[in-house]
């Protein structure tokens, strides 16, 4: 399994699209045996999940994110996991450890970046 989290900071970025960048953290029997970076290439409309979905991503952890984009994602067999917060590697243990779940956080209006990721 591979779990992609959207990040600034090595914290998880409270709107997807509008990361510095996808850690993507490579998952075997509950252990992490491989982390890479990669930089976002740019929020495209649709682009975002084929680009984690051609990397192997089976997981997307985010602050929030358009009810769209998680549509698209649903699309390509990606769990979407909304409404996160801390840092990067914090977040991916507590996937694996079974205690994070998803919150259903939906952005709805991207003026308004504060509320990505708010419940």
């Known amino acids: 399994m591979k779990i992609a989290v959207a990040s600034s900071n090595n914290s998880v970025a409270q709107h997807f699209g509008h990361c510095e960048g996808f850690y993507v953290f490579e998952e075997e029997n509950g252990k992490v045996i491989d982390t890479k970076f990669y930089e976002n290439p740019g929020h495209k409309p649709g682009f975002l999940p084929r680009f984690l979905a051609e990397l192997g991503a089976t ?11 998680v549509d698209l994602f649903n699309g390509n067999n990606i769990e979407v996991v909304v409404g996160a917060r801390g840092d990067v590697e914090g977040i991916v243990k507590e996937y694996l450890d079974g205690n994070l779940k998803s919150t259903g956080s939906i952005c709805r209006e991207h003026e308004n970046s504060g509320e990505c990721g708010e419940h």
Do not use: D, P, S
């Not at 997981?59 to 984009?69: D, E, Q, R």
């Open 59 to 69: 997981t997307i952890i985010a602050g929030g994110m358009g009810g769209a984009a």
